[in-house]
């Protein structure tokens, strides 16, 4: 272990004091194969599993009835449909962490290069406090449902709490509390279906207006953008687990994690918000579109205490979804350069604490708008990220996790990294090209003005995919002119 390698007096000292406890003081560097020995390979299943089976993914699901005027029929078609093609990608890239042991963003240098992959761990430093931020805002506003004595600010604290508990022990620990956390969710969908069945199974024949080839194509992207951005981070958390196994049984696990959590989260989040105008109550606490919890604890209501109950630990639970995040936090922060590397891990885990508690405070008041626009930006830059390394690895690492192609020894070094400027040139082309196609609250491209919906993740994925391919190729071919070594 790397415990204190690179850290300083007081910070040595703590950090190697938090290992004899079994705080996980690792940062960045690669886990060696020799220590990669975890063979529990469910924990690829459960920790995305209990991050989405929660009251997040609802809150996604009910962007397409409270957002875009969609149906329930619709959205639910909407929501399988991008799902099942959606969660291939975070499934791949979940192969990356056991096979070779780098985190996401250190693994990005080998497309990025050592100074392009500065932008990827920037942006994914602001976005996983973003995701924490409206996380607690989401956990607040459930725990405030239950009483009118209470407010969204101890939700937030109680949440932000539980959350760097879990995440300052590290990765072990997430692990485990990722293959408990997801119970308390499942009652409670199942108690909510039983519950609500009647209203729900009459809101079927309720007439809805047609749905829009923009608003389709627009919470199309909000779901794609859900998903597309736990590539950013997934291979953070695999990276103590044996390469041993197949790709394909990585592969299985972390997909159906993603599929089974989100298809139930949004589905379920989806048919209670269509239904939430014609039930008084449920409406009420909806409050127009602005508050799951609210709805959540309102459809439990007639069960009394127990509905209370369930909707504390639901409302508690998301520290499930903020524990991952707040990890892959630290790691990209120290991921950004050298000296940032030379922190350790659990100071930027208080970092995001000191971060995320004030801002969600203060943000709580205006939640669901700013949760959608949030979540398309990220959308926008991930596609990009997720295109480069994607073509990177199929194209020219010939879809290989081996040594000649995955020099792991090179993590660090910017001389045998790649320049990068490929990966650089195509996202900047795909941020440029997407810009037309956007449709936000604060921008409409002239593109979407036409009627199309919000279609720039997908462009940006293609644009990505496709300048990256011909600018690294062409690099490749001035270096052999040069007589140059190809960099890896």
Known sequence: MEVGRYYIGPLRRTTQFLSRYGIETRGITPVPAEERLETRWYQLFFIWFSSCMNI??????????????????????????????????????????????????????????????????????????????????????TIASLSSQLNDTLGIIIIGIISLLVTFCGYRVIHWYESVAWIPNVIA??????????????????????????????????????????????????????????????FIYTYLGFFVSNVTGQALGAAFAAAAPSVPAWNAGF????????????VLLPTGVFGDILTALVALSVSSACAPTMY??????????????????????????GILIPVAILGAKKFYTTFVDILDIVGYWSSAFTAIVLTEHMLFRRASFSEDQYPITNWASHTLLPSGIPAVVAFVCACGALVPFMSQAWYVGPVARQGSGDVGVFVGFVVGAIVYALARSFEKILYKKMGKADAY
């Open 56 to 141: 997040l993914s609802s809150s996604t699901g009910a962007a397409g009835p409270a957002f875009f005027s969609l149906g329930v029929r619709d959205s639910i078609a909407i929501i399988i449909i991008v799902n099942l093609v959606c969660c291939l990608f975070p499934g791949f890239f979940a192969i990356f962490g056991p096979k070779l042991g780098m985190r996401a963003m250190v693994q990005a240098r080998f497309s990025w290069g050592y100074f392009g992959a500065i932008i990827p761990a920037v942006l994914n430093v602001f976005t996983s406090e973003g995701f924490l931020i409206l996380n607690c805002i989401i956990g607040g506003q």
């Open 189 to 250: 969908f199942i108690t909510m279906l039983a519950v609500g069945y009647p209203q729900l199974r009459e809101n079927l024949s309720a007439p809805v207006p047609p749905a829009t080839p923009a608003n389709v194509i627009s919470f199309a992207s909000i779901l794609a953008s859900n998903m597309i951005s736990w590539c950013t981070m997934i291979s953070d958390y695999g990276v103590y687990h044996s390469p041993d196994a197949s790709s394909a049984r990585i």
């Open 287 to 298: 409050d127009n579109g602005t508050s799951v919890g609210g709805l959540l604890h309102s």
């Open 328 to 353: 892959t936090f630290s790691t990209s922060f120290m991921a950004i350069a050298m000296w940032f590397g030379a922190v350790p891990r659990w100071v930027y885990i208080l970092v995001a604490e």
